[in-house]
């Protein structure tokens, strides 16, 4: 089946699962790229490394502990009542994401002719024995709106991506760094936590209306637990310590009223809890002289591509307003090894999805390493919902394998549910030019939508026999009426008639 024959879109108004039961296979296909054609599953693997996921609440609007693994519970801000921590202890190796938004409640250090305010963000660790445990770190980074600013005009699209590109906003700017295994230089490269002590790992300011991201990647020679931290802005470490001491929870939980929901999976509340998995590997071969290559990256329960390869890793724990998975993957490397069979010119393009109801939006800002026999080669990339973009161009060698590997750091400045595909270059071509030409066609639509076309003579009469014809020169007189027999009704009307002279008189 041709591929410029089958509808972009057709899961608009029914679920994936729904729709296995009530589609043809072929219909999966609600990327324009791939309609007519068919994914295929990479049925990867995450590793077991523990990772605290701190990012609910993501709009933090006061100071207090955003998530704690250590035993016990803390007091909510809305309701006055104790939340049950998400109980966890680290040993080994471990990773850690945090990813906040600052909008306080006191509008006055929102900014504008005013300061901003600014939040301190703090990773802490405690040790619960009675022997000193160390943390080394290997890799990671934390970044704020600050240092890692965002400029969104000129960010979409595939450009090459420099060696500090810090204009990517902080979540890409971090990604980064992982993605290159190097720990930022303001970050330590080990930590000791006394016997029953406490330190605080690293910190961050947030400023109002600004982002923190942080990613660290790490291994201990004995437990601990972790927690994040909200305070007014301090480097003071006694004071942070306290904030976690306080069993006070920063304010910004809008989810614990929908608890059901997150049950029923009717919203997703994003994660505040430990996922395992840090990690996912995936290798396929394909010959693509059988057809393109489509296959899901980052793919969910919602977009998988009619696959049913749902690459979301499970929570160890999580605090009651989270997730209950962790399906933004946030921080996770992602390693895919494309096994390619064939010749001659194809591209590496990637794709979001159409989201029916919503208006287009930026599906994902962060940064992808590719590696080809050729070599390799770091692009960012800016791509909106319903949009494909090639990533690179490939030149096939016929009678041997192709390996192309696709690695990225996942980002928090994206929407997961990605399809990764494999085309000849004509194919996109096309696919360009067809909607180019809707882009044009809805142009000339939207000019004509306010013109009033008034016709040179108007329209002819239209006669049906309950209408009769009006001759040019004007109706025909009325006929006569016969004046009535009886002399009182004749007398009668005549005196009326003189009555109604009168009244038009005055």
Not at 249 to 257: D, K, S, T, V
Not at 299 to 318: E, I, K, M, W, Y
Not at 400 to 418: E, F, W
């Amino acid at each position: 089946m041709s591929f410029s024959r089958v509808p972009a879109l057709v899961l608009t108004c029914v679920s994936v699962a729904a729709a296995e039961t009530l589609v043809s296979p072929a219909a999966f296909a609600y990327v324009a790229l791939m309609a007519g054609q068919r994914a295929r599953a990479l049925n990867g693997t995450f590793n077991n490394v523990p990772v605290l996921h701190s990012n609910q609440p993501e709009i933090v609007t006061g100071p207090g502990i955003l998530v704690n693994t250590a035993r016990g519970s803390s007091i909510a801000a809305e309701t006055k009542r104790p939340l049950r921590n998400p109980v966890y202890t680290f040993n080994g190796e471990f990773g850690v994401h945090m990813h906040h938004k600052y909008y306080p409640d006191d509008r006055s250090k929102l900014g504008g002719r005013r300061a901003r305010g600014l939040l301190t963000l703090a990773l802490i660790a405690s040790n619960p024995t009675g022997n000193p445990v160390t943390l080394k770190f290997d890799r990671g980074s934390v970044k704020n709106s600050f240092e890692a600013p965002y400029h969104p005009n000129n960010l979409m699209g595939v450009k090459p991506l420099g060696k500090r590109p810090w204009n990517t906003g902080p979540g890409d700017a971090t990604s980064v760094q992982l993605l290159r295994q190097e720990l930022d230089r303001k970050l330590p490269s080990s930590i000791t936590i006394p016997p029953r002590g406490t330190k605080v790992v690293v910190s961050t300011v947030l400023p109002a209306r600004g982002i923190a991201n942080g990613l660290l990647h790490g291994r201990s020679n004995g437990p601990f637990t972790l927690a994040v931290v909200a305070a007014e802005e301090t480097k003071d470490e006694s004071q942070l310590i306290s904030v976690l001491r306080s069993g006070q929870l920063a304010p910004g939980r809008i989810y614990l009223n929908r608890i059901r929901d997150i049950r029923l999976g009717r919203v997703f509340s994003r994660v505040a809890g430990v996922a395992l998995g840090d990690s996912y590997r995936a290798s396929i071969h394909h010959d693509l002289r059988q057809g393109p290559l489509h296959v899901p990256l980052t793919s969910t329960q919602r977009h998988n591509f009619g696959t049913r390869d749902v690459q979301v890793n499970p929570l160890a724990t999580r605090m009651i307003d989270s997730a209950l998975n962790n399906i933004g993957t946030y921080g996770v490397r992602y390693d895919v090894t494309l096994n390619l069979s064939g010749s001659g010119p194809h591209q590496l393009v990637m794709s979001h999805p159409v989201v029916s109801g919503k208006k287009t939006f930026t599906a994902f800002r962060g940064s992808i390493r590719i590696e080809t026999p050729e070599g390799y080669q770091e692009v960012h990339v800016g791509l909106r919902s319903g949009e494909s973009l090639a990533l690179s161009d490939l030149n096939l060698t016929p009678g041997q394998a192709n390996p192309v590997k696709v690695s990225l750091v996942y980002p928090a400045d994206a929407t997961p549910g990605h399809l990764l595909s494999v085309v000849p270059v004509q194919q996109l071509a096309m696919l360009r030019r067809r909607q180019e030409r809707q882009q044009q066609a809805k142009k000339r639509l939207e000019s004509q939508k306010g013109r009033k076309v008034v016709p040179k003579h108007p329209p002819p009469q239209i006669h049906s026999k309950k209408t009769p014809i009006v001759p040019a020169g004007g109706p025909p007189p009325m006929p006569a009426l016969r004046a009535p027999a009886d002399p009182k009704t004749r007398d009668a009307i005549r005196n009326q008639q003189m009555w109604l002279r009168q009244l038009q008189g005055r």
